[in-house]
């Protein structure tokens, strides 16, 4: 038998391989489903959310094929949901020391529902096809975002959104918008140059032009710095394709300008920022302003509290009722929350979550770039970038309980997993 026909026999996937692929794939086409339809309102408003229940639909089918197949196991912990492992442990305890007591199993329980996100995701992105598949997902998302963001903005500008938000309740998009933007572009930079067709870069031009609409329509200043700093962190760690990515950076990093000068709406956010600094810092009354800087009173919070602090979920309260703040606001900062509610352990355990995650990719793209395999290296760039973003972007906006970290997180440790091992052959 020739070694090109023995190549082949041996790399025939098993009946039991193909039984375990087909059983993650299923699994893995109901989370894209649920992470999907937060394109939409559907489902948004309600609880659970249509998203939710598809992501227990596809942990019960988890759950029952290690049951009926124990020998064939799904299911695989990397060192990253160890820590968030711990971490939940320690939110939960909180409850016993809890400011508001009553409100902690209420947060473990959205925790928990981001832990099995990202338990299904890694267990269930198994080969270099479902990055890809993801990745695919991702364009589409942006350009269904961006169609969201005209719909329910329109010209109006932020008060186009909030009348959108007051006709269905008080729920706008406007802030959830700029997240999944900053987690969405970097893929769409992958794909205009190593898409593998003439429509996949199509899309991804399309997408990159709809995450800068959406930034335009919702007039948020941390959408411009976070895109920013991706372009750059983008073209420092990929230095492959140099001149055409630099390229790109230039082109979107000179765009942004435009943005702001075309847009009366962020002028307008930017100066308000600017005068209230300068009012607090000369001790003058402001009657209302940034969360973001109203917020910094909850450091006398952390400094009573840092070693076990205040509780998951009691920040807000404690920074209402002591302060007397007209609102209770989430906290905009994902430091001063983890910091406040859950003292200097939570802090440390929620780290290593992050920060196991991003050196495992970053050790991976290394060695793609030094084997010189450029087309994984270039999307594992984009979801390294995408990730780090977002934890830049949870010190502006509420990030703790929302999905667009942990799905970045976890495709992000399932492409590190994947792209460690080497490409599989061709065969006939």
């Not at 959104?161 to 007051?166: H, L, P, R, S, T």
């Amino acid at each position: 038998m020739s070694s090109e026909a023995r190549a082949e026999i041996t790399t025939e996937p098993s009946s039991a391989e193909r039984h375990r692929r087909g059983a993650t794939s299923i699994v893995l086409i109901l989370m894209m489903l649920g992470v999907g339809v937060r394109t939409t309102r559907f489902g948004a408003m309600g609880s659970p959310s249509v998203s939710e229940m598809l992501v227990v639909l596809a942990a019960c089918l988890v759950v029952a094929h290690a049951l009926l197949f124990p020998n064939r196991s799904i299911i695989r912990i990397d060192g990253a949901l160890k820590y968030f492992g711990a971490f939940v442990l320690w939110a939960s305890a909180s409850y016993f020391w809890a400011y508001h007591p009553e409100v902690v199993a209420g947060e473990v329980i959205a925790v928990v529902l981001k832990a099995v996100t990202y338990g299904l995701i890694i267990a269930c992105t198994i080969d270099r096809t479902h990055l890809q598949h993801w990745g695919h997902l991702f364009i589409l998302m942006s350009i269904a975002f961006a169609a969201t963001a005209v719909h329910e903005g329109g010209a109006g500008g932020p008060a186009g959104f909030e009348q959108a938000g007051q006709a269905l309740g008080g729920w706008s998009w406007i802030n959830q918008l700029g997240k999944w933007a900053c987690l969405l572009l970097p893929f769409n930079i992958h794909y205009i140059v190593f898409g593998r067709s003439r429509v996949i870069k199509l899309l991804a031009g399309l997408g990159i032009v709809g995450n800068l609409l959406t930034v335009y329509l919702i007039s948020r200043r941390a959408p411009l710095l976070i895109i920013t700093l991706e372009l750059i962190l983008f073209a420092i760690l990929f230095k492959q394709y140099r001149k055409t990515l630099l390229g790109i950076t230039l082109l979107l990093v000179l765009s942004l300008p435009l943005l702001v000068l075309s847009n009366p709406g962020f002028a307008e956010r930017i100066a308000l920022t600017a005068l209230e600094i300068n009012a607090r810092l000369s001790g003058e009354e402001f009657e209302f302003g940034s969360v973001r800087l109203m917020q910094y009173p909850s450091i006398a919070a952390i400094k009573e509290h840092y070693l076990v602090g205040l509780g998951l979920g009691s920040l807000r309260f404690w920074t209402h009722e002591v302060y007397g703040f007209r609102i209770i606001f989430w906290p905009h900062s994902l430091i001063l929350q983890l910091l406040g509610e859950l003292g200097i352990p939570g802090f440390v355990l929620f780290a290593g979550f992050i920060l196991n995650t991003i050196n495992r990719g970053l050790r991976t793209q290394k060695r793609l770039v030094r084997e010189e395999r450029l087309e994984e290296a270039s999307l594992l760039t984009a979801m390294i970038c995408a990730a780090i973003g977002l934890v830049i972007y949870g010190q502006f906006q509420p990030i703790f309980t929302e999905m667009h970290l942990y799905l970045s997180m976890s495709v992000l440790s399932a492409a590190a997993c994947i792209y460690a091992s080497p490409a599989p052959a061709e065969t006939a």
